[in-house]
């Protein structure tokens, strides 16, 4: 079935370095892909997107790159802050046929050090 | 600033106590989802909502019993719970299930519910 692969954590950076969290995914066709962030004590937002191979969501100086060839969809940020900490999921869904689902990876928790 | 709210946002019941969890949508989507998300598990889908109909039920105990009144509202009625359903209770709405068109299948999240079961 569908699955997705996210790097363990926790991760942990001193502020302004550079992030990678990297995410693969196992799926038959061409899934939408997404990155959702949880800070402590809330729910899910959506922080970017992408829907097809090639595109590149960006949000908030985070970016990803759907990358058909390694079926790849990493989240970089040039310069993390404080405020970056938080639990960081991978997921992905298809819009159309029978795998209707959001399928999500297990999250990795990034904290940033002042 | 979601969109999508939940309330309580925190509840503790012992086990032999009936509540309920209510979500509401303000964005106008057609499709509604309830998650748990229990520590060092992945979240779980539990129930999905389509046009006021339910689409999928993912082998979810019947101690948890959803109701979707109207496409904005959701409810999820909890009675004989267990200790083990103790989790974060996450709403989600999407303009549609299944959707085709660009973005029509994206997910939004509310706050959860932090439930405890004594």
């Known amino acids: 079935g569908d699955s997705v692969t996210q790097m363990e954590g926790p991760v942990t950076l001193s502020e302004e370095a550079f992030l990678t969290i990297n995410c693969t995914y196992t799926a038959t066709g061409y899934p939408s892909l997404f990155w959702y962030v949880q800070y402590p004590g809330e729910g899910l937002q959506l922080l970017l997107k992408?829907?097809?191979?090639?595109d590149k969501g960006s949000n908030k100086g985070f970016e990803a790159t759907y990358r058909k060839e390694t079926t790849s969809f990493h989240l970089e940020k040039g310069s993390v802050q404080v405020s970056d900490s938080a639990v960081y999921f991978c997921a992905l869904i298809f819009s159309s046929g029978s795998a209707r689902q959001l399928t999500f990876g297990s999250g990795t928790q990034l904290t940033v050090l002042p | 600033e979601t969109g999508v709210t939940q309330t309580p946002r925190h509840l503790v019941m012992g086990m032999t106590n009936k509540k309920s969890l209510k979500c509401e949508q303000h964005?106008?989507?057609?499709?509604m989802y309830w998650y748990k998300q229990s520590a060092k598990k992945p979240l779980e889908l539990m129930f999905v909502y389509s046009l006021e109909e339910r689409v999928e039920n993912n082998s979810v105990p019947s101690r948890f019993s959803p109701e979707c009144p109207n496409s904005s509202h959701l409810f999820l009625h909890l009675h004989t719970l267990q200790p083990e359903d103790s989790a974060l209770y996450l709403c989600?709405?999407?303009?549609?299930?299944?959707?085709?068109?660009?973005?029509?299948?994206?997910?939004?999240f509310g706050p959860g519910t932090r439930l405890t079961v004594l």
């Open positions: 964005l106008g989507h057609n499709a």
């Open positions: 989600a709405s999407s303009p549609e299930w299944g959707g085709r068109g660009v973005g029509a299948d994206t997910q939004y």
């Open positions: 992408a829907t097809k191979a090639d």
